[in-house]
């Protein structure tokens, strides 16, 4: 069993900043990958960033230049600072973890969630 403990949403204006984190705790074997979806009122999640355990990272096109994706391994817990903020970043922002089974397959576990809102 696997828990992702999610921090660091609110409320923010245009413009503005704000740090999520996602710690994951439990029976983990191996992680190959940490990341964050996000997904709005009567929308699709998507994806905003991930981070391989090797280090590559990809972002959605809407958030590259302005939100950084970070892991810390020893700790499996990945953040995502996010700056410039936009009313369009308003979402719930979820964070997962890909991690190998002992049996070599991977399995991916999501948080509950945290709110991240824009104003204008």
């Known amino acids: 069993q696997v828990q992702l403990a999610e921090s660091g949403g609110g409320l923010v204006q245009a413009g503005g900043s704000l740090r999520l984190s996602c710690a994951a705790s439990?029976?983990?074997?191996?992680?190959?990958?940490m990341g964050w979806y996000r997904q709005a009122p009567g929308k699709e999640r998507t994806l905003v960033a991930q981070?391989?355990?090797?280090?590559?990272?990809n972002y959605a096109e809407s958030v590259k230049g302005r939100f950084t994706i970070s892991m810390d391994n020893a700790k499996h817990t990945v953040y995502l600072q996010m700056n410039s903020l936009k009313p369009e970043d308003t979402a719930g922002y979820y964070c997962?973890?890909?991690?190998?089974?002992?049996?070599?397959?991977?399995?991916?576990?999501w948080g509950q969630g945290t709110q991240v809102t824009v104003s204008s």
């Open positions: 981070m391989s355990i090797s280090g590559s990272t």
């Open positions: 997962y973890v890909k991690r190998i089974l002992a049996s070599g397959s991977f399995y991916t576990d």
């Open positions: 439990g029976s983990i074997f191996s992680i190959n990958g």
